[in-house]
């Protein structure tokens, strides 16, 4: 059975940084990507960053672009998301997500769609004041 466990979250004033960890667990985990989601109160749940095991590819939604920055452990099959200068319309619970491997034998990824992920953490509340 595979885990993930975020953590990091909390509360911060806009321009502020945090910094976000998503472990993963479980003797059979095999993932071809892991990143982040986030949902707003209101709003549909949306992509933020992922990262690719095996190359460290990452890839961001422009909203994000320039300010978070997503990088992996592997010896800790740890993925963590660095956000600086925060907005308030960052303010979402940020789930970490990550494929059960199977994209290592599809010709295409799409790498912010919500359905190419496997397991989902539990999520972790990051609220930014104005």
């Known amino acids: 059975q595979v885990e993930l466990v975020e953590s990091g979250g909390g509360l911060v004033q806009a321009g502020g940084s945090l910094r976000l960890s998503c472990a993963a667990s479980g003797r059979d985990f095999v993932s071809y990507a892991t990143g982040w989601f986030r949902q707003a109160p209101g709003k549909e749940r949306e992509f933020v960053a992922t990262?690719?095991?095996?190359?460290?590819?990452?890839y961001y939604a422009d909203s994000v672009k320039g300010r978070f920055t997503i990088s992996k452990d592997d010896a800790r099959n740890t993925v963590y998301l660095q956000m600086n200068n925060l907005k308030p319309e960052d303010t979402a619970v940020y789930y970490c997500a990550a494929d059960n491997g199977r994209a290592y034998y599809s010709s295409t990824y799409n790498y912010d769609d919500r359905n190419e992920y496997d397991y989902w953490g539990q999520g972790t509340q990051v609220t930014v004041s104005s």
């Open positions: 990262i690719t095991w095996s190359t460290g590819s990452t």
